[in-house]
């Protein structure tokens, strides 16, 4: 059974930073794309960043330049390095990762979130 695993949330001031990862345990295929979202209260699930197999990088206006995303394919791990934070990207933060089974059927899987919260 496939699970996705998030650490490395916490509170911050403003301006500060925080490193997030992003583990898949029990996959026997291939992690395609990983991804962050982010949830804050009462509001819809953004997109943050997303980082391809090929190791391409994709993000959100809002964080390009602040975030970086990255990924240990061997250890079908991502990261997201979150820097120079704002009160607005208090959020909890959901990986998602998707498999790919034999490259005929893709699954994806969410995990639980990790809390951030960017306050003085």
């Known amino acids: 059974q496939v699970q996705v695993v998030e650490s490395g949330g916490g509170d911050v001031q403003p301006g500060g930073s925080l490193n997030l990862s992003c583990v898949v345990f029990?996959?026997?295929?291939?992690?395609?794309?990983m991804s962050w979202y982010r949830q804050a209260p009462g509001k819809q699930r953004d997109f943050v960043a997303r980082?391809?197999?090929?190791?391409?990088?994709h993000y959100a206006d809002s964080v390009k330049g602040r975030f970086t995303i990255s990924r240990d394919g061997a250890k079908n791990t991502a990261y997201l390095q979150m820097n120079d934070l704002k009160p607005e990207d208090t959020a909890v933060y959901l990986c998602?990762?998707?498999?790919?089974?034999?490259?005929?059927?893709?699954?994806?899987?969410w995990g639980q979130g990790t809390q951030v919260t960017v306050s003085s």
């Open positions: 998602h990762a998707v498999e790919w089974v034999l490259a005929i059927n893709s699954y994806n899987y």
């Open positions: 980082i391809d197999s090929g190791d391409s990088t």
């Open positions: 029990g996959s026997s295929f291939t992690i395609s794309s």
